[in-house]
């Protein structure tokens, strides 16, 4: 008696639904700032020029060239170096001879961080490609952290520590993960083995701080790491240590189809939630339409217009200035724009307090309505009321336009505005004149460019 062919269907039916993306769930997780993206070498360079994508690959090439050898990999430059010499750093830190040209990098790359909706970003790569690029995006605002540079972490901490929810920090950060090729040599980053142990070691060391906390209450998008470098494998176990509470998050990287253990990591990443797309620029390409287009076409168009809207504006004003903020509350909203505005009493307390945390963090533009009251008690030094704290706090998380916006006779060019105004935001802002004929349409412009 012949053995009964197995039926598989409900094992097909189980693994489809384990491997099933919800891109709507990813497209509003996004957007509600749930994901950093951790980014590798080989989705940084323009195929047009280094057809790998790989930017370690494309250094090699140049530091072969200018070294008249031929080296296969950077560990082996690495251990031929010697003497103290390092043609990695002499290399990258010599504007003569190597500039970050922006052009070279990836379109797809270029794109999907300009959409501004990954303002976190870990990067595996030692090069200053993408730091390059996320200053022509955040400008000076852009906090840079490096594993070996213990200044740049405890000031990361630091500012983690402000909030209450640390989950909400959602400044430009860019964190590498394996160290940065800078000219101070006392600092390590990985090019072979043994530097990988030493950064690792650093790694194991935070344990549950705060920066690890952090980075494990957030979901992943890794795009171009490759889990044959048993370092980031390594990493990656320690960044996620318990699976079974992993928060399913994506992945992109090439897997070789012929390859046993590419095949088995696929299976094992299914199996956890974890979603792998094998063409990482195609995927990059994919996710910036699905998160900016609003073409018909693309199904999530309508959520993306809401959530442009949906607290886009947060309006901040003195208690003094109630029926002036109601007006312009108004004029917004009939513009067209979705404006946060407490039009209660101030109340205080810890409840009221999380709720303008949470309505600052989650806006795109913040407008303080700056009037003569407000002149005085910057003029007499009176620089802690409720509507100063929410300046500090909108200057803190990032992310966010401001928009000083003056009325009434309010000066942006005096002391009291250029000096205490300034020094309170910690940044010289561009303001808008409500007073002056074209005023109010100027603000209308600026708000719809910085909302896109």
Request: charged residues 25%; hydrophobic residues 35%; proline residues 3%.
């Amino acid at each position: 008696m012949g053995f009964k062919p197995k039926d598989d269907t409900a094992a097909r039916l189980s693994q489809q639904q384990e491997t099933m993306f919800d891109q709507e769930q990813f497209v509003t997780d996004v957007m509600n700032g749930d994901y950093l993206l951790v980014v590798g070498s080989e989705v940084i360079m323009n195929r047009d020029e280094e057809p790998s994508g790989d930017v370690k690959q494309y250094l090699l090439k140049a530091l072969n060239s200018s070294l008249n050898r031929n080296y296969k990999d950077l560990n082996e430059l690495a251990l031929d170096s010697g003497n103290g010499v390092d043609p990695v750093r002499n290399l990258l830190n010599s504007a003569d001879d190597f500039s970050y040209d922006l052009a070279d990098m990836s379109p797809e790359l270029r794109d999907m961080i300009g959409t501004r909706l990954f303002p976190i970003v870990l990067t595996t790569t030692f090069d200053g490609y993408l730091e390059t690029l996320m200053r022509t995006i955040w400008g000076e605002r852009l906090r840079v952290v490096s594993i070996d540079d213990k200044r740049s972490l405890d000031d990361l901490r630091n500012s983690l520590a402000t909030y209450r929810d640390g989950s909400r920090y959602s400044e430009p950060t860019l964190i590498y993960i394996f160290g940065k090729a800078e000219k101070d040599e006392s600092r390590h980053y990985v090019r072979t083995d043994n530097d990988a142990i030493q950064i690792i070691e650093k790694w194991l060391f935070f344990g549950n701080d705060a920066l690890m906390k952090f980075i494990r209450s957030k979901k992943v998008l890794a795009l171009g790491c490759k889990f044959e470098d048993w370092y980031f494998r390594f990493f990656w176990y320690i960044l996620k240590h318990d699976f079974s509470r992993f928060r399913e998050g994506q992945v992109a990287f090439t897997l070789d189809k012929d390859s046993d253990s590419d095949r088995g990591l696929n299976s094992f990443l299914e199996r956890n939630r974890i979603y792998s797309h094998g063409d990482a620029t195609a995927f990059m390409h994919s996710i910036t339409e699905s998160l900016t287009s609003t073409d018909p076409s693309n199904p999530f168009c309508e959520q993306i217009i809401r959530s442009r809207r949906e607290g886009g504006v947060f309006l901040s004003y003195c208690s003094h200035d109630r029926v002036m903020a109601t007006q312009l509350f108004f004029r917004l909203r009939a513009a067209g724009f979705d404006v946060w505005f407490d039009n209660s009493s101030l109340k205080g307390g810890d409840n009221y307090d999380a709720m303008i945390q949470d309505a600052i963090g989650r806006c795109r533009v913040f407008l303080p309505l700056l009037t003569p009251y407000i002149a005085e008690d910057l003029t007499a030094g009176r620089t802690d009321n409720y509507y100063n704290r929410e300046w500090r706090m909108a200057s803190q998380l990032g992310n966010k336009a401001i928009i000083p916006v003056a009325a009434n006779g309010y000066g942006l060019t005096a002391p009291y505005h250029t000096s205490t105004f300034e020094q309170i935001t910690g940044q010289p802002l561009s303001g808008v004149d409500l007073m002056t004929p074209d005023g109010f349409s100027k603000l209308i412009k600026s708000i719809a460019s910085n909302l896109g």
